[in-house]
């Protein structure tokens, strides 16, 4: 009778332990792009630009065929969720096309 008193005694105090743990404002850290300020640089919009072809390879599926080979830019702005700077980056996506 007296172990199980004890380890209620046991759960209970750990279950108050643990319910009155906080985490403050200063020590959690924004994962992913951060801003010079401290805060966190959020995608705000994202916009493409045409597809351009750049080459040609053979076809894998028909030998006497030729594939697109074509990239585009992406451009992806991103603002600041503290001091609202925003910041515009751009990447490249790649594909080929087959045309036939």
Known sequence: MKKRISALVMVILLSLCLGTMFVSAAEVTPRGRTCTCGGGLY??????????????????????????????????????????????????????????
Do not use: I
Not at 66 to 94: A, F, I, M, P, W
């Open 43 to 100: 995608p705000k919009s994202t916009s493409y630009s045409a597809w351009a072809t750049y080459g040609s390879v053979k076809c894998e599926k028909n030998n006497n065929y030729y594939d697109s080979k074509q990239k585009r830019s992406v451009y992806t702005t991103y603002r600041c969720n503290r001091c609202g700077y925003e910041v515009t980056l751009t990447t490249t996506q790649y594909r080929t096309l087959c045309t036939h």
